[in-house]
Every structure is written in structure tokens, then in C-alpha cells.
């Protein structure tokens, strides 16, 4: 049994490595840089973008706030990627890493618009007056292709209890475990009757805590980073220097630094960048439907403002903390990698660094776990009806349960492999629909009133 999980996870991961290589990587980043350039770079909406954010929509169809759907995306979104991710980055591409991390971000605001505009022109209403949306909705009414939708809903519902479930439990109880000696068989009960009197409760329940949780947990990180930053202000300049220097030419190793080249930096900054953000996958856009919009364009502009906080801000300010942090002291952080360079590097702050962390994880984690279970009941819906929707539900927090206690190296694979196969019908109703994108952000944005009323 065990000698074929491990054929079976040898497999799964040799796939992942090509899927998740040069061919997806260009996909991915190629679809930023297209929906950038056919939109007209919709990326200098962001600020209006974010004060829609803040208004609570009255008018228009759907089931929670245009920032209930923001939060619960980025509730979704802002997770592991956005700490350990980054020192992943840096640890394996050279600190040129984190400027095309960045560039995902600021890219990539175009492909999480294009989302969530197609993801309110196709939703759908139920018989009970739900919401119902994203790229498996997009597919099947606006290219006509129901089999790629179904193979996208089958691929989120596998991703969701993987990459949103299990894995984020697992991190939040070792995290536990190994920082405070808490059992994970406690951490597992808490989080899964937590779990459970939210996801219960539906979309709505979902938003409600979403939209408290994550500007608490958002402000804080970022509060605790600059926080680090300035304790470490006589490095900042040097260390976007290098930077912006890396990301553009082969460093050796030096400095606390491993070598890197173009390539490496590129590979790892795009990759993680992408897995932070999400924006591509057709993750997002499923909540994005739900949201009280007058018009798809509106909801459209605040849900590109998801992939500005999350890898524009967030993460950058979490690649300035490590880059700053490896070169006051080269020494004490050689080597490190992954979570262990990021505990390092905020350890260097006292009592600040380490409490920024630890509470950063566990909200962030958290939230994942809430926002993903949306995900995947759609997805699920999509494909079985409301028949699934409490069954699944009671999966869920078992599989929190679950996630918490076992080692889950194949789980961490498999999921990845599951949010490419995502990817792959997502960017191709993305790219075949890029012309109804154009034509609803004429009508609303460039030509017509924001403020116009989606039309029956």
C-alpha cells in the first residue's frame, strides 16, 4: 500500500512540475499581459475600484455586499502564499524573486477583472433567488462548452478539500504544536466547530465574518511589517536596489543570498505570485457572483482590488521585510529557507516580529478554510444540485478534523495539480470571452456611467 501512494505521489508530482513550468507559467503570465493590453490597462481603475470596496450597495441583484463578496474572496486568497510563499521565492529565485512576484500582482489585476465581470454577466438565479456564477457558468452559457464546465467544477470541488481544507488545517495545528506544544487533535475540535457554526450558515454567514476578519487580519500584518521595516529603514534602499538589480541579472551567491539567474527569478517570482493571488485559477469569480451589483463592470473593478492588496501590498512589503532582514544579518539567516527564513527574519524583531507572525498565520490560514468552502460548494452545486450543499458541508469539517491530525505531502501535490487543471478551461473561457470584457467596460466604464443599471 505504502509503495504505491508513493509511485502514485512520484507520479503526481513529476506532473506538477511540468504543469506548473514554463508552459503554465507563460499561459498564465501571457493572459495577464493581454487582458492589460485589450483592456486598455484597467489597472488604472484600482481607486475606484477600492472606494466602490467601501460603499454598501443597495441597488442591483445578488446575495451579499460588493465587499462581503471582496472580503470572502480575499478571505480565500490572502493565506500561506502571502508569508511563507514569499521566502519561498526569494529562497529559491534570489531576492530578484519578489520584483516579478510583484509584477504578477500588478498584471494580474486585469485577468481577476476579467473574471469576476464574466462571472456577473453569466451568473445565474436559482427557484430560492441565489446567486449562482464563475467560470463553469461562463463556460457553459457563454461558449456553449458544458463538458470543460463540468470538468472545472469536478477539478475546484478536489482542489477545495486540498489546497482549502486540509493542507491549511495541517499548518495551522503544526504551527501550534510546535510554537505553543498545543495538541492537534485540540487544534482540529476548535477549528472544526469554529468551521462549523460558520460555513452553516451559508454565504451570507461566510461574508458577515469575512468582512471583519479580513481587514483586521490585512491591517495588522501590514502594521506589524511596517512596523519591522522601520526598525530596518538604513536597509530598504539597498534592498530594492538589489531588487530590482536581481531580478534582471545572474547574482552569485552572496550576502546570505543563494545564487539565482534571470530564469530562476522569473520561475519563482511568477510562480508564487500567482499562487498567492489566485487570479487566473477561477477561484475568486465564484463569490464574485454573488455580490449586490448594479453591473457587471462594478463588481468587476472591486474584485481586481483583491489581487492589488493581496500581491501588490501585501507581499511586497513581505518580501521587503525578508530581503531587508537577510542583509543586516547574512549570516544568521544563510541558508534558511521557506517558513524557517520567514520565522527568522521576523524574529529579528522581539516579541513584534514573531506575535506578527503567528497571529498573521492563523487568521490568514483560517480564512482560507472559509472562503474556499464556498468554492467548493458551488462547484459541487454546479454538479449535483442543493441535494450536495449540507452533505458537503458536514465533509467539510470533518475534513478540518482530519487535515489537522495527518502528514499531508501527496495532498499538498495533488491539490496543486488540481488548481492547474482548474487554470487550464478558466484561462480559455478568459481569453475566448475577452471580447464581451471589452464590450461591457465600454458600455459602463469608457463610454456609459458606472452607476448604470444591469439590464434584465
Known sequence: MEAALNSIHSFIASLNGYLWGPPMLILLFGTHIFLTVRLRFIQRYT????????????????????????????????????????????????????LWMWLTGVFGIATKYTEALLAV?????????????????????GLGLKWLAVLFSVFT??????????????????????????????????????????????????????????????????????????????????????????AFTAQAAAGGFVGSTIMSAARFGVARGLFSNESGLGSAPIVAA?????????????????????????????????????????????????????????AEIPIVGPAVLTIGLLTFVFSTILGWSYYGERALEYLCGKKAIIPYRVVWVAAVMAGSVVSMPLVWDFSDLMNAMMAIPNLIALLLLSGTAVSETRKYLWEGNIDDCEEA
Do not use: H
Open 157 to 246: 470541488v478536489l482542489a477545495s478539500f486540498g489546497i482549502g481544507n486540509m493542507v491549511q488545517a495541517n499548518s495551522i495545528a503544526g504551527m501550534l504544536k510546535d510554537s505553543f506544544g498545543v495538541s492537534v487533535y485540540f487544534s482540529g475540535i476548535v477549528m472544526s466547530v469554529i468551521t462549523a457554526l460558520v460555513i452553516l450558515g451559508g454565504i451570507k454567514s461566510i461574508a458577515a465574518v469575512c468582512s471583519k476578519l479580513v481587514p483586521f487580519m490585512a491591517f495588522f500584518y501590514v502594521a506589524g511589517c511596517f512596523i519591522i521595516l522601520c526598525t530596518n529603514i538604513a536597509y530598504i534602499i539597498p534592498a530594492i536596489i538589489l531588487i530590482v538589480k536581481s
Open 47 to 98: 481607486k475606484l475600484g477600492i472606494n466602490l470596496s467601501m460603499k454598501n450597495e443597495k441597488e442591483g441583484r445578488g446575495d451579499v455586499s460588493q465587499f462581503g463578496a471582496l472580503a470572502t474572496a480575499m478571505a480565500a486568497t490572502i493565506g500561506t502564499g502571502n508569508i511563507v510563499g514569499v521566502a519561498a521565492a526569494v529562497s529559491m529565485g534570489g531576492p530578484g524573486a519578489v
Open 290 to 346: 454573488a455580490a449586490q451589483t448594479k453591473n457587471p463592470v462594478r463588481q468587476a473593478l472591486v474584485s481586481a482590488t483583491g489581487t492589488f492588496w493581496d500581491t501588490v501590498v501585501i507581499c511586497a512589503m513581505t518580501g521587503l521585510v525578508i530581503v531587508t532582514s537577510i542583509i543586516k544579518d547574512p549570516l544568521g539567516l544563510a541558508g534558511l529557507q521557506g517558513a524557517k527564513l520567514t520565522s527568522a527574519a521576523f
Open 121 to 141: 454577466k453569466y451568473r445565474v438565479k436559482t427557484s430560492d433567488g441565489t446567486m449562482l456564477g464563475g467560470p463553469m457558468y461562463a463556460l457553459e452559457r
